[in-house]
């Protein structure tokens, strides 16, 4: 039983920091107009104890992207300089989503694979209980 259990801990772990991602995901979609936005990135790190990995990840720090912010003509915005630019964002929405969707579908496999852990257990204590 300590095998599905560990198994449930990694998939569960993954469902989390897939959550995590989605949301920095939707927050740089949200500010995708907001100027002088720096894109959000999630890090995940591999969870270790007793100095051992034990297969599980854990939410890392969140960090900003340091590319370049796009220049934006508009000399009548009120961030605009001497030559009508302000700073935009430096989110691309095609990424966003491209990342979305990933991020989306390794959520999913961790929840079939939850699902499957789950019947695993179910069907071996039916076994024991014969």
């Given at each position: ?9 990694i998939?569960?772990s993954?469902?989390t920091?897939q ?27 591999a969870e ?5 990995q ?29 030559t009508?630019h ?12 491209a ?13 079939k ?18």
């Amino acid at each position: 039983m300590a095998d599905f259990t560990q198994a449930l801990g990694i998939s569960a772990s993954g469902m989390t920091a897939q959550t995590a991602r989605i949301g920095r995901l939707s927050e740089n979609i949200a500010n995708a107009d907001t100027p002088g936005y720096h894109r959000k990135l999630v890090s995940f790190d591999a969870e270790v104890q007793r100095g051992q990995q034990t297969g599980r990840i854990k939410v890392g720090r969140t960090s900003l992207d340091q590319s370049p912010l796009s220049q934006i003509y508009d000399p009548s915005h009120p961030l605009a300089d001497e030559t009508g630019h302000y700073n935009g964002s430096n989110v691309d929405l095609l990424v966003e989503i491209a990342d979305a969707r990933e991020a989306q579908r390794s959520y999913e496999a961790n929840l079939k694979m939850f699902e499957q852990i789950k019947q695993m257990s179910s069907g071996l204590l039916d076994l024991l209980r014969r």
